[in-house]
Nanobody, 117 residues
Framework: QVQLVESGGGLVQAGGSLRLSCAAS????????MGWYRQAPGKQRELVAT???????NYADSVKGRFTISRDNAKNTVYLQIDSLKPEDTAVYYC???????????WGQGTQVTVSS
């Protein structure tokens, strides 16, 4: 079992920044990949960014150049730095993890990001 606890969401004006955190209950070297998804009202959940145990990153085209995913192995935590926020970034952001070699998906409880214009 993996527990993921997100934090860092909030209300911000367009153009602002936020940093989301996701703390895992296990050593994140046992998680590959780890990442962030988001779900806006009335829309399907979509991939935002992922990072592998080797540090390779992948981003959705809509967030490239504005979002940065990173990890702190000592803290078993993955971060999502969100810059130049747009109203269309408004969504619940979910942390996702999958243990190495397994197919079970683990999700955090979600953190709300609201961007006002």
């Amino acid at each position: 079992q993996v527990q993921l606890v997100e934090s860092g969401g909030g209300l911000v004006q367009a153009g602002g920044s936020l940093r989301l955190s996701c703390a895992a209950s296990v050593n994140i070297f046992s998680i590959n990949p780890m990442g962030w998804y988001r779900q806006a009202p009335g829309k399907q959940r979509e991939l935002v960014a992922t990072i592998t145990s080797g540090g390779n990153t992948n981003y959705a085209d809509s967030v490239k150049g504005r979002f940065t995913i990173s990890r702190d192995n000592a803290k078993n935590t993955v971060y999502l730095q969100i810059d130049s926020l747009k109203p269309e970034d408004t969504a619940v952001y979910y942390c996702h993890a999958r243990l190495v070699g397994l197919t079970t998906d683990y999700w955090g409880q979600g953190t709300q990001v609201t961007v006002s214009s």
